[in-house]
């Protein structure tokens, strides 16, 4: 079955720690997101890519990084500059960029700083 | 910048009634609008969208209109279901910036036995 996988799915991090995300998909799209979700303030976009080598930031960055050294993986790395990390983040996937497709998101990675 | 909004946040129907959602956007640029139910603890899942060059869809209980002009959308659920209780999610992408969606607060649907 095709479809997008996250990992872990609950992580707890330490104060100035980093840690990464995992999002892999095998539905062979071109386009993958990250989004951050709280509560009551819907998702927000962190970083999205549009093609292998190549990313963009999103809305709110500051704290996160990426890379897309593979078609189907865009790991989300939380640095230890993100100062409210805890959050239910969400990796998404869609064929392209420029089409009208929706998007397949994984299960989510609930991050808690401890 | 780009901006949607959802109202209401939450709603509470009796099972067998209609429930609306209804977003707004800002930039007149959107051209395509899709519709993500979430439960608890998982990923949204599309149930619904629509492209700008057409006013209305459906697909069985769950309908959506677009009002171009206006800049509204809306969700129709109809005969409401206990297991459509959820949080409804709308967004509507902006033409040539990456297929990024701006994403609604979302609605937490309620529906009463």
């Known amino acids: 079955d095709g479809g997008i996988t996250q990992s872990p799915k609950y992580l707890f991090r330490k104060e100035g720690q980093n840690v990464t995300l995992s999002c892999e998909q095998n539905?062979?799209?071109?386009?993958m997101y990250w989004y951050r979700q709280d509560p009551g303030q819907g998702l927000r976009l962190i970083y999205y890519?549009?093609?292998?080598?190549?990313?963009q930031k999103g809305d709110i960055a500051e704290g996160y990084s990426v890379s897309r050294e593979k078609k189907e993986s865009f790991p989300l790395t939380v640095t230890s500059a993100q100062k409210n990390p805890t959050a239910f983040y969400l990796c998404?996937?869609?064929?392209?960029?420029?089409?009208?497709?929706?998007?397949?998101f994984g299960s989510g990675t609930r991050l808690t700083v401890v | 910048g780009e901006n949607v909004e959802q109202h209401p946040s939450t709603l509470s129907v009796q099972e067998g009634d209609s429930a609306v959602i209804k977003c707004t956007y800002s930039?007149?640029?959107?051209?395509?609008f899709p519709w993500y139910k979430q439960e608890l603890g998982k990923g949204p899942q599309l149930i619904i969208d629509i492209r700008s060059n057409v006013g209305e869809k459906k697909d069985q209980r769950i309908a959506v209109t677009l009002n171009k002009t206006a800049k509204h959308f809306s969700l129709h659920i109809t005969e409401t279901q206990p297991e459509d209780s959820a949080v409804y999610f709308c967004?509507?992408?902006?033409?040539?910036?990456?297929?990024?969606?701006?994403f609604g607060q979302g609605t937490e649907l309620s529906v009463k036995p």
């Open positions: 890519s549009q093609i292998v080598n190549d990313f």
């Open positions: 930039d007149s640029a959107s051209n395509y």
């Open positions: 967004a509507a992408r902006i033409y040539n910036q990456g297929g990024k969606l701006i």
């Open positions: 539905l062979n799209h071109d386009a």
């Open positions: 998404a996937s869609t064929k392209d960029g420029t089409s009208h497709y929706g998007y397949t």
